[in-house]
């Protein structure tokens, strides 16, 4: 198989999840950032959710 790249599979990573899980939110969370979000510039709006550290947000 000249030409192919060749992954070799080592085994299972206990590091890693099997799935992904998907975030859940509360609802008082939610609110929490819509409050923020109302109160801020537009500008203000992008450093407040990195501010959160929340990826699924911005």
Known sequence: MAGRAHA????????????????????A????????TDHASEGQIGALLR???NPALY
């Open 8 to 27: 070799e599979v080592v085994g299972h990573d206990p590091e890693t999840a099997e799935k992904a899980t998907r975030r859940k939110f509360t609802p």
């Open 29 to 36: 969370y939610k609110r929490k950032i819509l409050a923020r």
């Open 51 to 53: 501010e959160e550290g």
